[in-house]
């Protein structure tokens, strides 16, 4: 797992039939007060959890678990994570949060063609994904975790209830699925996803200084050039009318 920058750690994602999301991990280890984003893909859990301790980090200190959105190759792999760390936390953003305490599988899945397939694939019940959250954001936080400073930004478009975390002193975005690095953006045609609400998001990112960017596939950039968010917007829009 390399080490981005002071405080951030990352896990990439293994793709195999299905795609796995990136893991990073936040936070200055001597703070003992680490946070992982996003575990992965059902089955990732054991290499995420072994990439973290291969690179020196205590499990017990990874005191919550932050989740971009709760989409199959992003939550996946939480159960595994949370046996191995049942003392952390779940954070998400409200509207997904208060769905997965529910039990409506609907923002994990996306659509029901995908729920049939991954449910016969992975020998999945339903039920699977319902989960306690200790605490449902709503952007506009400043979370003062691990020594270091992120705001939480309410981004939705490709989910309803996506985040971003920026780290303003180091200018770092962790995005989730709505921006990718080679202009790319995530899809906005599953459940609550919306387009319009996707072209709002990018303006709002776009209004940060962002450096380094770390999505949650492909490839991470630690050198973005200034301005890249909104010409990947400019490039999108017209099909976000």
């Not at 509207?95 to 999945?124: K, N």
């Not at 981004?155 to 180091?170: D, N, Q, V, W």
């Amino acid at each position: 797992m390399p080490k981005i920058a002071e405080g951030v750690y990352f896990v990439p994602g293994q793709d195999e039939m299905m795609p796995d999301s990136h893991t990073y991990v936040i936070g200055n280890p001597s703070s003992k007060d680490l946070s992982l984003i996003d575990p992965g893909l059902l089955g990732k859990g054991e290499y995420k959890m072994d990439s973290i301790l291969q690179m020196g980090i205590d499990p017990e200190d990874i005191r919550r678990v932050i989740m971009t959105h709760t989409h199959f190759d992003h939550i996946g792999a939480l159960s595994e994570i949370q046996g191995k760390i049942p003392k952390a936390e779940l954070w998400i953003h409200h509207i997904e949060g208060d769905l997965l305490e529910q039990g409506d599988e609907r923002a994990v899945y996306g659509m029901e063609m995908f729920q049939q397939v991954c449910q016969m694939q992975y020998r999945i019940k339903p039920g699977r994904f319902t989960f306690k959250v200790h605490r449902k954001l709503e952007g506009g936080e400043t979370l003062q975790i691990g020594d270091m400073a992120w705001e939480v930004i309410h981004i939705p478009g490709h989910s309803a209830g996506s985040i971003g975390l920026y780290a303003p002193a180091e200018k770092i975005l962790i995005p989730g699925d709505v921006l990718y690095a080679d202009h790319a953006i995530g899809r906005f045609d599953l459940f609550g996803a919306d387009a319009e609400a996707l072209k709002q998001s990018l303006i709002r990112l776009s209004e940060r200084r962002v450096e380094i960017l770390l999505p949650g596939h492909n490839q991470i950039v630690k050198k973005l050039p200034e301005g890249y968010t909104l010409e990947t917007l400019k490039q999108w829009e017209p099909y976000l009318a």
